[in-house]
């Protein structure tokens, strides 16, 4: 494990927040049905990326830069979470 206890437990926190909020970000991708082929791609990305965002953030704050080691695991924590965050978001039962 190369990410920190601490931001692990950060990025896991996170992704409980996103799930538990992914009705709005579908609600969002929806504003953009004309535009775009999947509501639920569309708001699954806008989610990996708000996620994406706080992890680059988080790094930030601590005066760090994530390495590709960080990238790699963090890519595996959402890979590991894919399948929860998309239900979530299609409104099925979690």
Not at 34 to 40: G, H
Not at 48 to 69: H, R, T
């Amino acid at each position: 494990m190369v990410i920190s206890k601490e931001n692990q437990e950060f990025l896991e926190g996170l992704i409980d927040y996103y799930v538990k909020e992914a009705k709005s970000y579908r609600e969002i991708a929806q504003e953009f049905s004309s535009e775009i082929n999947s509501i639920t791609d569309t708001a699954f990305g806008i989610i990996i990326g708000c996620i994406y965002s706080s992890f680059l953030q988080a790094y930030s704050n601590q005066k760090q830069v994530p390495d590709m080691e960080d990238i790699q695991e963090f890519n595996e924590m959402i890979t590991k979470n894919t399948e929860i965050i998309k239900k979530s978001i299609m409104n099925e039962n979690v």
